[in-house]
């Protein structure tokens, strides 16, 4: 499925238009609220609800955010060009 990025979408890769994207900045804040909370814990199946509280926190949003990840590249087309693909 092809998508174009929206505010909402936690786009997967690297670089500056990546880290900036407001999707990325919003996922970046939820993990450093969690942080704490994960890493003192032994327990992987508590470990695993805190990581899939930030990603259902991600899908409730209106429009609901998405994991993307891009076909073609980013370096010369931007984020909002290009093919998407939602990771599952």
Not at 25 to 45: G, I, T
Not at 63 to 87: D, H, M, N, Y
């Amino acid at each position: 499925m092809s998508s174009t990025p929206h505010d909402n979408d936690v786009i997967l890769g690297r670089g500056r238009l990546i880290s900036a994207h407001p999707g990325n900045v919003r996922f970046r804040h939820l993990v450093s609220q969690k942080r704490e909370m994960y890493s003192q814990s032994r327990d992987n199946k508590f470990k695993r609800s805190v990581a899939l509280s930030i990603v259902e926190e991600i899908e409730s949003l209106d429009p609901p955010g998405r994991f993307l990840i891009s076909q073609t590249g980013i370096k010369f087309a931007g984020i909002k060009e290009g093919v998407w693909v939602c990771v599952e």
